[in-house]
């Protein structure tokens, strides 16, 4: 069998649950008192918990793992452990940990299985991290991620809720690896922008992190399957705090308008996102393709920030001299729960 990858219904960040069903699954799960220890839990659908260990040291832990969405299985390790450890990086911590997650067919060829465990902890050790084992079944598709443990000065978590009337949103990759991958998988992709995506998935959010560490951040998180619209969605919390996004100012991978305009090459997560959101975004002048890119599921997706507007654009310009493809995308507002989106 060649070392080649077998696309399932849905791959990288596309696969995951849709946001309506697990806020209706984890609504329910019963409230239990809390070790006063455990700093951050699962009660804002933060990207990670933090469990406080000392006055100067928390542990930070999350997992991610999913269906490939690239054919290439060295890529496909690269990209699912970035994405993996980048829940760590949004909430101010550094991996040091981690454990791989390997779902993988029987009979298949074990060359694959090496490859993509390889691009894994190669991102792994690009990290600082250390690779410690893991757990693998057989199963019919391959599923392959990190369980990652991160270290964080309890003083110092970056939250996805606590951003201010006023700051700024800075994002930190560009937008629409879900519509990308998905003209892949039928092989209508252009190299070029095929391309862009895998170099954006195979970027560790790290140097942005770095970054972002010298500065005060109000709120962070990464942009990854619930979409920019959803993950911001969560970061204006229940304040009455709303956003406006600057449709000029979102960056996205090439050909990414003609794959939705004309080849109609849009997510199924895509449309779960926006029908889950529904009246909470209002949308002028933007084309249809313009709203699916804000819908889109994001795959190890860049960092998306607020800061105050005095230090945002220093910010950006630090982060665009590591070669990112940052950008300042819209503010904050105390003017109504609902999301802007506008010229």
């Not at 005060?216 to 619930?226: P, R």
């Not at 313009?290 to 599921?297: K, R, S, T, V, Y």
Request: with cysteine.
């Amino acid at each position: 069998m060649a070392e080649q990858l077998e696309f399932c219904r849905g791959g990288g960040c596309a696969a995951k649950l849709g946001p309506d069903i697990l806020e209706r699954v984890l609504s329910r799960l019963p409230r239990t008192k809390q070790d006063p220890a455990l700093l951050v839990g699962f009660e804002n659908s933060d990207d990670a918990a933090v469990y406080q260990l000392s006055p100067d040291l928390a542990f930070v832990q999350t997992l991610d793992f999913f269906p490939p969405m690239i054919d290439d299985p060295y890529l496909f390790g690269q990209v699912a452990a970035a994405n993996a450890m980048s829940d760590i990086w949004a909430m101010g911590g550094r991996p040091v940990t981690a454990l791989n997650i390997v779902c993988f067919p029987q009979g298949w060829d074990l060359n694959i299985l090496g490859r993509m465990m390889q691009g894994g902890a190669e991102k792994v050790a690009e990290a600082g991290a250390s690779l410690c084992g893991g757990h693998s079944i057989s199963d019919v598709d391959i599923k392959y991620g990190l369980s990652v443990t991160g270290l964080i000065n309890p003083k110092k978590i970056l939250k996805n809720v606590g951003a201010k009337a006023g700051d700024r949103l800075l994002l930190t990759k560009p937008l629409g690896t879900g519509i990308v991958c998905t003209a892949g998988r039928v092989k209508a992709a252009d190299p070029r922008s095929m391309d862009e995506v895998i170099d954006s998935m195979t970027t560790l959010n790290m140097g942005a992190a770095e970054v972002l560490s010298r500065y005060e951040v109000h709120a962070c998180t990464d942009v990854t399957g619930f979409s920019l619209l959803g993950h911001l969605s969560e970061m204006l919390g229940k304040g009455g705090l709303g956003a406006v996004v600057h449709l000029g100012s979102v960056p996205c991978f090439y050909h990414v308008p003609e794959y939705v305009e004309d080849d109609f090459f849009i997510t199924a997560n895509g449309q779960r996102n926006r029908n889950h959101l529904g009246d909470r975004v209002v949308f002028r002048k933007a084309a249809f393709w313009q709203e699916e890119l804000l819908f889109d599921p994001q795959t190890s997706g860049g960092l998306l920030a607020a800061l105050p507007n005095e230090t945002a654009d220093m910010a950006l310009a630090d982060i665009r001299k590591l070669g990112l493809s940052g950008s300042l995308i819209g503010e904050l507002t105390d003017h109504t729960d609902r999301i802007l989106v506008m010229e």
